[in-house]
């Protein structure tokens, strides 16, 4: 989202507008992957927003929406936040968030709260969508008021079964639903006809600023989807009924369903299908593109040769080349820093690229297998390049060089691609690390045998 000048913000008071851009953009330069939000350059009051659910509650990796609307009195006023994620109207993910998307919290004015609680003009964008973050916790039923009192024995048993049917909810609905829109699937994996509106202006365009964050994440929490649905099929019987909540109303309000996690894995495998054959069908588009020498094209090539003649001036002998000379698919051999885990390792790494580059940014895999936490078991490549530098090319390698030499990297659970390498690596005793550090080495090695001539 290019921040927008205020005057274009309708009748609304220049101050409230500046202080909502610079909110923004704020978050969007932030280091925190658990959240998300944009707006049409037009537009600032209308804000939308993502929360990844948590790591180790029933809401882990689920893509959260909220439509946040801020009035002429914001700062004085909280703005109005809806959740989207609902189902359409029809699930109730928290004791909180309602199934009409309302959010019941102090710090809006929609919940009694404390003194201390209640809506301040020193609070923000940021401290809302983090109070709404809280909620989606590993034992989301002591959100209900009275919790406390309840029986303890059917209590419990009224939490694990409500912990089981959100977890099941937040991989069907704000995963895999969300996904499926995205890349226009049916629930049966086939495709949906894509829908042709003539002469369509800016506002009949379906605003999804979160598509291409959605589809980049979903390939890096696949590993766990998948845990969670094995774990799932444990605990649960297919076409078992969800149990109702003392809190829920039968009509409305509530989560109904039945589960059925197999369909749900089915599903899950259709989606990652069709995001592995999208960057086969972008370098079809990219030699379309060479031959009308698209602006995206020239630019791609441009940073090619920059980035190229880079390799050749660093210390470092690293190499990139094009695939069959399509400025669209890249591959970097990457050599192993000495002294390092990955000293003498050779590493294949490719790089896809859309035609609408960089509003979708690249896919990244390592085609050359290798054990390290920042790398899927099927080779997806997790980094975090500067949000400021998203259009250079030159930046995204080097954050993913960054990722992969990192000596010391802080641990964020919004990070886990490669759960078995993650638990090695932040083990809780000195046995794991040096587990993690030989099976890394003994990828390294395999990788200087496995490499091509």
Known sequence: MTAPHPSLAGPYKADTCIITVQELSDIQRGSDLGIAVACRDIDVRNVKALIVGPHETPYEFGFFEFAIRFNKEYPSKAPNVQCVTTNGGLCRFNPNIYANGKICLSILGTWRGEPGEEWSSAQGLESILLSIQSLLSSN??????????????????????????????????????????????????????????????????????????????????????????????????????????????????????????????????????????????????????????????????????????????????????????????????????????????????????????????????????????????????????????????????????????????AYDPRMIVNPEATRLYWGINSDSKKMYSRRLRRSVQQSMEDFPE
């Open 140 to 409: 989301p039923y002591e959100n209900e008021p009275g919790f406390e009192d309840a029986n303890e024995e059917s209590d419990k048993r009224m939490q694990k079964a409500y912990i089981e049917k959100i977890r099941h909810e937040t991989l069907r609905i704000s995963v895999i639903q969300r996904l499926e829109g995205y890349l226009g699937l049916a629930s049966d994996g086939s495709r949906l006809k894509d829908v042709e509106t003539e002469e369509a202006d800016e506002n009949a365009v379906p605003f999804e600023p979160f598509k291409d964050l959605c589809k980049r994440r979903f390939l890096w929490y696949y590993p766990s989807y998948l845990a969670a649905i094995q774990a799932g099929k444990t605990e649960v019987k297919v076409n078992q009924v969800f149990t109702r909540m003392p809190f829920e109303s039968p009509s409305h309000n509530s989560m109904e369903g039945r589960f059925n996690y197999p369909e749900l894995e089915r599903r899950l495998n259709n989606i990652k299908v069709a995001l592995d054959d999208e960057p086969k069908v972008w370098a079809e588009e990219g030699l379309a593109a060479m031959a009308k020498e698209s602006t995206v094209c020239v630019n791609l090539q441009h940073q090619f040769e920059q980035v190229s003649a880079a390799f050749k001036r660093g210390d470092m002998p690293h190499d990139v080349a094009l695939v069959q000379d399509n400025p669209f698919c890249w591959i970097i051999t990457y050599f192993g820093r000495p002294m390092t885990n990955l000293d003498g390792g050779l590493l294949r790494i490719r790089m896809s690229f859309s035609p609408r580059f960089p509003d979708e940014q690249p896919r990244v895999s390592f085609e050359t297998k290798i054990f390290h936490h920042h790398v899927a078991e099927d080779g997806t490549a997790c980094y975090v390049p500067n949000p400021l530098k998203r259009e250079d090319i030159k930046s995204h390698i080097e954050a993913i060089i960054s990722a992969l030499e990192e000596e010391e990297p």
